[in-house]
């Protein structure tokens, strides 16, 4: 017989076997060895608010029957919580997901999208998924170069323009002025995703009100990480009606689940839970920008529950990474220069917070000799 059989798509045939983030469990499956302390994905190490977790508990007991495609009651929530409509509101399985659907319903296989080079991949991943073309900007200073990305998304004639506010891996922020000048320096007919993942850490001033009624900006924001539920993936993207449509038609009607829905519903509720988590991760930035100090490593100012120690070099920097995982921790660094020059490190529980310390100084030692 023939050597014949169905072929995928030229375009899949095409993509790089690449995913977006090695997990820590493949990287513990290599090691032969679990992490300890696992600080290299930003999760809230807090967990959920314990009426999510009782939320989510009474959940699993109703697991026979499909969630509600609809996600009604936590729309209408999330519709009071911002003053917007229902209609405004699309709930997903993360930011990633709904990424993908942004892409898929906006961008043209061949047009361009816009992306800070080295900022969070999963977006450059759908888009290279759904056949379009990357334009990566440098980052300026430590932070998102905003003249720069308008610059490139006038000159490709970009769609698409991504930006993390706060962003990963920087921490950094523009404030909410700051964000409207550079939506009106984009073109007319390019969309700005302004991705929230971060921003219940963040100062006031770095989130725009949310009006959901700009026809070119579409915000999306997460439950995995102030809320604490990464493991449940649960988001949801704000836009207006019109946008959230396009959505519609598109995404992945039962593909959010029960006890994801129950959960956020019931986390959305807990606000003081919110706001004393919160409040000790910003005793943790300050912790660790003070060991930064001590042991001569500058950090970089975030706005986010993680910080970037910068090593200064890149080598170093991989040393350092090295000699944590050595000591059972999970960190990341930054993919791309100038940032492959930082460990980033999530802030965690004080108590984890106390062994990173510890194993920092370890490592740093080691590496010094
Ligand atoms: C900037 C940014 N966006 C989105 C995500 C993922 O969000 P979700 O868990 O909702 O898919 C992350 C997770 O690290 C992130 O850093």
Known sequence: MADERPATTRLVAGLPATVPFVAPEA????????FQLRLGANESTFGPSPRA?????????????YADPENYDLRAALAQHHQVSLEQIVVGSGIDDLLGLAVRAY??????????????????????????????VPYRDDANDLTALAEAARRTSARLVYLA???NPTGSYASATALHAFRESLPDDCLLILDEAYIEFAPAEA????GADDPRLLRMRTFSKAYGMAGARIGYALGTAEMMGAFEKIRLHFGVNLAAQAGALASLADADYLRGMVASVAEGRDEYTALGRELGIPTLPSATNFICFDLGDAAR???????????????RMPGAPPLDRCVRV???????????????????AAING
Do not use: I
Not at 27 to 34: A, H, S, V, Y
Not at 115 to 135: K, R
Not at 346 to 363: H, I, K, N, S
């Open 53 to 65: 977790v009782e939320a989510m508990r009474a959940a699993a007991s109703e697991m026979r029957w």
């Open 107 to 136: 961008l043209e296989p061949g047009a361009t999208a816009v992306t800070s080079l080295g900022a969070y991949p999963t977006f450059n991943y759908h888009v290279a998924g759904y056949g379009g073309v990357l334009e990566r």
């Open 317 to 331: 920097a991989r040393s350092l990474m090295a000699a944590l995982t050595e000591r059972d921790v999970f960190v």
């Open 165 to 167: 506010n706060p962003d």
């Open 346 to 364: 999530t802030v965690g529980m004080p108590a984890e917070r106390a062994a990173f310390a510890d194993a920092l100084r370890a490592a740093l």
């Open 27 to 34: 990287m513990e499956r290599q090691r032969g060895r679990p």
């Open 207 to 210: 989130a725009p009100p949310v």
